[in-house]
């Protein structure tokens, strides 16, 4: 079964500063690969997602990510942090083996950017 | 404003009773999902239904039913609760099947409170 593990449930930085928040994942076969963010008292948006294809992959408001199948991992980075990225950030995966429809959620990272 | 709409935004009720939530996905979407959220579990992805029909089933108790209409808003029926079941409950809608290429848009969900 797949799974995706977030390793930090908090990440405090400063503003201006560099972030990467990581998340592991578990699957035996190709999976594509998803980060959503949570603002407060809102629902999840799409930041970014690995389908196929280069394994660097650019979101929205400067996020990016980076697939290495090897270590099985997909960090979010972001080069230089705004106060408005204080957030909720899940990393979410679904697999291609007839479970098209489900996407399996981390437990989330609080990114919270401090002044 | 993701354009998918919720209803209520705050519920409390009482162990053993009935409630219903309410999803209208954006115009011209297809696609329900509904996901549960709790400290302790986490985001789970619940059920999917499109035009209509259920397409896949996550980890959706017995106590818990959902249907979608034909105008396509879709609610969540969630009977005998108890204290667990206290979750903020998401909606989201796309406009096709894939969860790999079709983007899901999240309402602002339904903070339910099991007392």
């Known amino acids: 079964a797949q799974s995706v593990t977030q390793l930090d449930s908090q990440v405090p930085v400063f503003e201006e500063a560099p972030v990467e928040l990581r998340c592991n994942y578990s699957s035996s076969v190709s999976v594509y690969l998803f980060w959503y963010v949570q603002y407060p008292n809102q629902g999840l948006q799409l930041l970014l997602k690995y389908l196929s294809g280069s394994t660097l992959v650019k979101g929205i408001n400067g996020f990016e990510a980076e697939f290495n199948k090897s270590q099985t991992s997909f960090h979010l980075r972001k080069p230089s942090v705004h106060i408005s990225d204080t957030a909720e950030y899940f990393c979410?995966?679904?697999?291609?083996?007839?479970?098209?429809?489900?996407?399996?959620f981390g437990k989330g990272t609080l990114l919270t950017v401090n002044p | 404003d993701s354009g998918v709409t919720q209803t209520p935004k705050h519920l409390i009720t009482a162990t053993g009773q009935r409630v219903t939530l309410r999803c209208s996905p954006r115009s011209g979407d297809l696609s329900v999902y509904w996901y549960q959220q709790s400290l302790d579990q986490g985001l789970q992805f619940l059920i999917h239904?499109?035009?209509?029909?259920?397409?896949a089933k996550g980890n959706i108790l017995e106590r818990f039913s959902a249907q979608q209409f034909p105008d396509l808003h879709s609610e969540l029926n969630l009977s005998s609760l108890e204290l667990g079941d206290s979750a903020l409950y998401f909606c989201a809608s796309s406009v096709g099947v894939a969860v790999i290429t079709d983007t899901q848009y999240f309402g602002p969900g339904t903070r339910l409170t099991v007392l």
């Open positions: 239904y499109y035009n209509g029909e259920e397409r």
């Open positions: 979410a995966v679904s697999d291609r083996r007839g479970s098209n429809y489900k996407l399996t």
